[in-house]
């Protein structure tokens, strides 16, 4: 998965085809269960789902080549055992506004929501914070009752127009560690180190982007 944020309107279809390398040759490869794309610029919003993999999907390539925006994701994903492989399952989940990408699985969640996700449970109980203080104690208080290899999540609010990213896992620190870099267009965030130029997340680190800036970050433990 990867995210932004930036300045200024940029092309995404880089970022689609480093998605798109990470899911048929990176770290866990291959995530051929379908993917989701979320770009937001100043008056509008795209959003696209597929159940065809991010490297076989003609038509997505071809749609992102006209897109340009400010902030949004992609995720690919690659199903946890046991729950059900379609489009209600893709990410980004969409609670009141706000989007949320994860990787990892949470192996004590409550999957009996409708999408029988253990991302949407997590998304459920987290998504209900007035400031960034509250998303932080949000995850805290989740992850001390969930058992999990991963939590890693990109959230995108619509009304603030901000990306939060949270590192945050329990093993496995090659697969899950995300990095990122603050250039002159913005900040980008990946699920690998696609640039030899990349900073490292801490393991427990969330941070808020505005624009291309972090601008608040915490840490769950």
């Excluded at 994903?77 to 969409?94: C, D, E, N």
């Excluded at 995850?139 to 990109?154: A, C, E, P, Q």
Aim: aromatic residues 14%; contains cysteine; glycine residues 8%.
């Amino acid at each position: 998965m990867a995210a932004f944020s930036t300045k200024e309107v940029v092309d995404i279809s880089s970022l689609f085809e480093i998605v798109s390398w990470m899911a048929k040759n990176g770290k866990g490869a291959e995530h051929s269960d379908g993917y989701g794309v979320l770009v937001f610029d100043e008056i509008s919003k795209f959003e696209y789902k597929t159940t065809v993999p991010i490297y076989d999907d003609f038509r997505g390539r071809e749609l992102v080549k006209q897109i340009h925006g400010k902030l949004g994701l992609i995720h690919a994903r690659k199903a946890s055992q046991g729950v059900p492989v379609g489009l209600q399952q893709l990410h980004p989940f969409h609670i009141r506004g706000r989007y949320l990408a994860h990787n990892g699985t949470i192996t004590g969640a409550d999957r009996s929501n409708a999408f029988q996700s253990d991302t949407y449970d997590f998304f459920s109980n987290v998504v209900d914070f007035e400031d960034f203080e509250s998303l932080v104690n949000n995850v805290k208080r989740y992850i001390s009752t969930h058992d999990f290899t991963g939590v890693n999540f990109l959230l995108v609010d619509e009304f603030e127009k901000a990306l939060y990213v949270g590192c945050i896992y329990k093993k496995d620190v090659d697969y899950f560690t995300l990095h990122y870099k603050i250039d002159a267009l913005g900040f980008y965030v990946y699920s690998e180190q696609m640039e030899d130029s990349l900073l490292e997340m801490e393991n427990g680190e969330i941070l808020k982007v505005v624009e291309g800036n972090i601008v608040e970050q915490g840490k769950v433990f």
